[in-house]
């Protein structure tokens, strides 16, 4: 033999020669890390793959949303939708300015009606001297039918000298009234219907 001992002798004293235990100690660190390791990973798949799901959830929603609103949407229908906007749109515009206008016209004739009350004012209530004369000087008749006309309210004689017709003229609203005139109704009653209709 080429050793004087025991070969097993030697390799049992050669063993206990060695440290291993810090070694030991490392591969169970190592271990543990890659446990952990494992253990974020698979934690980590987990979160994604339900974040897939939920994702995959709201595109199929969206996706069927989609499909329904490009079903149900018409081109031709959005454009006369369009072109019914404009129309009110002008509409209303010109209606704007039809009031605006007519608004300046009223602010016009309020100022003009303005001055003839200041001017009346002044005359006072018999008016001023040449009124007066010439308020004296006319017919009863005439001047009746000058107040009636003033009002807006034309009256026609029929053969007899009677009146028989009324025409009533309402110059705000754009109305025309023709209203016979019955004997077996009052005068009362007439003016309160002349007045109704002014």
């Known amino acids: 033999m080429l050793l004087d001992e025991d070969p097993a002798t030697l390799i049992h004293h050669t063993i206990g020669n060695f440290n291993i235990h810090p070694d030991k100690t490392a591969v169970s660190r190592i271990h543990e890390s890659l446990s952990t390791l494992h253990q974020a990973r698979d934690l980590r798949i987990r979160e994604a793959e339900s974040a897939l799901k939920k994702l995959t959830r709201n595109l199929n929603t969206l996706s069927s949303q989609h499909a329904e609103t490009v079903s149900s949407h018409s081109s031709a229908t959005h454009a006369s939708q369009i072109v019914e906007l404009d129309t009110q749109k002008f509409r209303i515009a010109k209606a704007a ?8 016209r009223l602010e016009a004739e309020l100022e003009g009606l303005k001055g003839r009350l200041q001017e009346l004012e002044l005359q006072g ?5 040449m009124e007066k004369v010439r308020r004296e000087s006319e017919d009863p008749t005439v001047l009746k039918l000058k107040v009636y006309r003033s009002l807006g309210i034309e009256v026609e004689a029929d053969g007899g000298g009677n009146y028989s017709k009324a025409m009533i ?10 209203v016979n005139i019955d004997p077996k109704f009052s005068r009362f009653f007439y003016a309160n219907y002349f007045w109704q209709t002014l």
């Open 97 to 104: 300015s039809d009031l605006e206008i007519e608004g300046e």
């Open 125 to 129: 209530v018999e008016g001023d001297e």
């Open 169 to 178: 003229r309402n110059s705000r609203k754009g109305d025309v009234h023709v």
